[in-house]
C-alpha cells in the first residue's frame, strides 16, 4: 500500500509518500507546497489544492493520512488550518483515495515514542 501523509499548514504544508505494509514502510518521496502570505487566502488555497492534487497525480497513494482538527489559542490560526485541512480532504476525495484521519498526539507518539 502506497501512503501520502499530509502535515498541514497554510504557508508550507509537508507531505510523504511511504510504501509496505502492516508495520514496515519504507520512504519513496518527500516534499512541500509553498504558498505566500501576501497572496489572498483564496488563491492560497487554491495552490495547495494544485499542489496536493499533482503529488497525488505523480505518486499514485492508495490513501491520504490527515490530522484531525484541532484546537489552538490562536482561533484565526485554527480557522485557516481548518480550511486547508478541507482542500486536502476534498483534494483525496476527488482522486478516490481512502483517508485516514489521526490525532497530533497519536501522530507524534508513534513517531518519537512520546507526546
Known sequence: MRVLGI???SETLG???VE???LKYALVDY???KSSPREPFSKRLLK???GVEAVIEKYQPDAISVEEAFYAVNVKVALKLGQVRGVV???GEKAGL???EFSPRLIKQTV???G
Open 15 to 17: 507531505w510523504g509518500v
Open 112 to 114: 518519537v515514542g512520546y
Open 7 to 9: 502535515d498541514l499548514g
Open 20 to 22: 509496505g505494509s502492516g
Open 89 to 91: 480532504l476534498l483534494t
Open 48 to 50: 495547495i489544492y494544485d
Open 98 to 100: 481512502e483517508i485516514s
Open 31 to 33: 516534499g512541500t507546497v
